[in-house]
Nanobody, 124 residues
Framework: QLQFVESGGGLVQPGGSLRLSCEAS????????VGWFRQAPGTEREGVAC????????DYADSVKGRFTISRDNKKNTLYLQMNNLQPEDTANYYC?????????????????WGQGTQVTVSS
């Protein structure tokens, strides 16, 4: 079964940090460009950050540049998102999936179904 399982979300105060993890199973994780996406209530899902198979290529949404860092460990089949200086507008459910290319971090390529995500809430 092809899937991602996201974890690491929680409640954090503005200015705080979280590290999200996403474990892949059922497919060749190290073959694919992958990325993090998020969706807040009443909004469309948006791309946050994407990364190439080897990790050298990375792309970020303007809203998170300088605050978030995407990385991957292919030996552990795991994708990470380090989030620093979190703000209330970062509140959302965060998902990971495969993408066509890291340079086009706009949506899934349909290889792996969307998972349940992990909720991030930034509030004082």
């Amino acid at each position: 079964q092809l899937q991602f399982v996201e974890s690491g979300g929680g409640l954090v105060q503005p200015g705080g940090s979280l590290r999200l993890s996403c474990e892949a199973s059922g497919f060749a994780f190290d073959y694919y460009d992958v990325g993090w996406f998020r969706q807040a209530p009443g909004t469309e899902r948006e791309g946050v950050a994407c990364i190439s198979p080897g990790g050298a290529g990375r792309d970020y949404a303007d809203s998170v540049k300088g605050r978030f860092t995407i990385s991957r460990d292919n030996k552990k089949n795991t994708l990470y998102l380090q989030m620093n200086n979190l703000q209330p507008e970062d509140t959302a459910n965060y998902y990971c999936t495969t993408v066509r290319t890291y340079a086009d971090c706009s949506g899934s390529n349909g290889v792996v179904p969307w998972g349940q995500g992990t909720q991030v809430t930034v509030s004082s």
